[in-house]
């Protein structure tokens, strides 16, 4: 399973953007798609957004459509998360999920907390 690390989080006001990087190492990157989930105290880990294996499939939660863009450079074994017009209420914890032996999400980062204030 890869080792993956999340890095980008920070404090914004709400309409700025972030960028969140999540790298992955050990096991072939290319080959297996990828995601980002958030989380609150207050609620569950959801989905946010996915990625295929060659970077040209995603998807996204309806709340963040048109906002939030997922891509990934697997020649620098990377997906990123950029978002957009942030609102206080994308304030979470963003985790970085890979999906290696396409079984599902097995492989996860620590998270990079992400706080949007009004």
């Known amino acids: 399973q890869p080792q993956i690390v999340e890095s980008g989080g920070g404090l914004v006001q709400a309409g700025g953007s972030l960028r969140l990087s999540c790298a992955a190492s050990?096991?072939?990157?290319?080959?297996?798609?990828m995601a980002w989930f958030r989380q609150t105290p207050e609620k569950e880990r959801d989905l946010v957004a996915e990625?295929?294996?060659?970077?040209?499939?995603?998807h996204y939660a309806d709340s963040v459509k048109g906002r939030f863009i997922i891509s990934r450079d697997n020649a620098k074994n990377t997906v990123y998360l950029q978002m957009n017009s942030l609102k206080p209420d994308d304030t979470a914890r963003y985790y970085c999920?890979?999906?290696?032996?396409?079984?599902?999400?097995?492989?996860w980062g620590q998270g990079t907390q992400v706080t949007v204030s009004s």
């Open positions: 999920a890979a999906d290696s032996y396409n079984l599902g999400w097995d492989s």
């Open positions: 050990g096991h072939s990157f290319s080959t297996y798609p």
């Open positions: 990625i295929n294996s060659y970077g040209d499939n995603t």
